[in-house]
């Protein structure tokens, strides 16, 4: 049979565009899958080609057959006891099942003896043997088409009327169209959503020239989309398309003035206008320079969120005047689209001011009052009662770096840090907020450490954001984000599989990266234990359930950033409280699990620790030299003498890499003592100062990290 490529379209009205990248692979990826799933792919070499387009669902297919191969088929029917009789003839039983596979045993006796026996004794059974024929083409596209449209990821269905005027269909759009090519064949019995299979589609609603736009053949239908239908189908070469516009253009328009300007970088907002548009043209627009004296960033988040413009920064990174509008039509004179364009963002712009100039009539310090009657949590109160708790919060992690300057500082920004939520500006844009109260802090002549911090508090935002800029940020973002997991977990409310409505798991890893970046000499649980005064009796201790959820967080950050997960469990283990150390431990550890020794002692160590734990009583790290009778016992203690405080010196100086390979010399008079000494003497006294060796052994081997996690 002959292969050909497929065409598949759903043609609808505008998908929804924060959806539509999405909504196109899913659709092309699970009728490849179906199609492959039903053998109706040649070889393994056959390729898929996604196409989305505002209007638009489609996939190619290279190497479709008109027919699936046929199959060879083994079916179980029953025991042979069940189905032959003591003659070896058929019983009824197997002539009714073999009846209903449509095999009429009575006309073909040769059928029975055709049957193959499998298996031995009580378990030997009968099998019928057949050929399925292959799957049709039409059959298994239909079957595709309605499992590709049954599993798209639709953020929200809609329930519409066919033309009959009777029968209603769900979907995320209404379907005006349906195109199934097998290279030229169309596969008309192919049918979903009311529509029948054909090759007529349509292209650009008022660029396109011709309508419809009848596909010649399956491997034509982007050519004649972009020809004929002035569309681009593929979303991601329509995306590139914009991307390459926009730079050009960028870069055009910055030398009509002699600027280097670039399009700002927005990932998320070429995905949604490269699903708004069919055929790109990027136009520069402009808006009147006095706007400019508002904060780029409120002017930046209007055009690109309200608009979903493209805003002109310069060399420096400073916004202009000037932005770039990606249009979905090629005017030959452009200057009523560019005119438009601009007369929409003036009044955003007007709007931004307004809100600037009467936010800045107030100080900050006057609002603080306001957050008493802003609801934070029915059980935490206001923001006015969570701001007391971060401002007491964030003057006792200063008092702990032991530096008072830092803590008046910290105590102010903590004091204006919500402030800004009461504001226009933020109150439209709530993305501004610490934003917007920066620049306010700054009007108010405050100190740029106390204003870098009211922005910085809320940093890290997301994974890979960067972290406060000042120490005074630190604090303050350390105490806004112990508040809330001290409190979250205090009342309760602790994130669950897929819910984390306060980003706890977002806060635990800003303040793991805080410690552990800014290399801060702050105990954990020593930190998590001053905040919970702060609550009075609003909430329960829950620290010891926090600290579990904080080295969890640590631990997958660590693993992430390609830790093996046996180091990561071995330093860990031990719950280290300065997290700042953690990452010299681990690579203490693995240097350490680099040499000779370290799978002996690892083992010797996990040993250890088992016979200690299996100890009838509590075990003291004390040793009776005049007890040591054997010799290995006593080459043991001679070691431990020279080894064990030379390497105690180094971990006290943070050089744990040294103190685990010190601690390597051990592995001789360790292994020696385990195949020659018993422990578990008979006589007390022996049995326990043996026990205390290897207490004191225990000891020493684990300061650094819990090496038995290390054994195989």
Known sequence: MNASNLLVELFVEELPPKALQKLGDAFAAVLFDQLKAQGLLASSEARLTAYASPRRLAAHITEVLPQGEDKAVSQKLMPVSVGLDFDGKPTPALLKKLAALGVDAGADESAVAGLKRQGEGKAEALFYESTAKGVLLTDGVQKALDEAIAKLPIPKVMRYQLADGWTSVNFVRPAHGLVVLHGTQVLISVKTLGLTAGAATHGHRFEAAVDPVVIRDADSYAEQLREEGAVIASFTERRAEIARQLQAVAERAGGSHGEVLRAIEDDALLDEVTALVERPNVLVCAFEKEFLDVPQECL???????????????????????????????PQDASAVIGGNERVVRPRLADAKFFFDQDRKKTLASRVELLDKVVYHNKLGTQGERIARVRTIAKTIAQQLGNPELGRQADQAAMLAKTDLVTDMVGEFPELQGIMGRYYALNDKLETAVADAIEDHYKPRFAGDELPRGDVGVVVALADKLETLVGMFGIGNLPTGD???????????????????????????????????????????????????????????FREQGYRAQEVEAVLALQPQRLSDVQKRLE?????????????LAAANKRVGNILKKAESAVSSQVNEALLAEQAEKDLYTALQAVAPK????????????????????????????????????????????????????????????????AA
């Open 300 to 330: 930046i988040l209007t055009m690109k969120a309200n608009q979903k413009y493209f805003p002109l920064l310069d060399a420096a990174g400073k916004l202009t005047h000037q932005f770039l509008v990606v249009s979905n039509i090629q």
């Open 499 to 557: 819910r984390d409505p306060f980003a706890l798991r977002r806060h635990a890893l800003g303040v793991i990266r805080m410690l552990v970046e800014k290399d801060l000499l702050l105990d954990l649980e020593t930190l998590l234990a001053s905040t919970l005064p702060a609550f009075g009796d609003k909430i329960q201790d829950a620290t010891p359930q926090l600290v579990e959820f904080i080295y969890d967080r640590l631990a997958n950050m």
């Open 588 to 600: 203490a550890v693995r240097a350490f699990a680099a040499l000779p020794e370290a799978p002996a």
């Open 647 to 710: 390497a105690q010196q180094q971990f006290a100086a943070g050089d744990y890499t040294a103190s685990l390979q010190t601690l390597a010399a051990l592995r001789a008079p360790v292994d020696a003592f385990f195949e020659h000494v018993m422990v578990n003497a008979e006589e007390p006294a022996l049995r326990a100062n043996r026990l205390g060796l290897l207490a004191t052994l225990h000891e020493a081997m684990n300061r650094v990290a819990d090496l038995a996690r290390l």
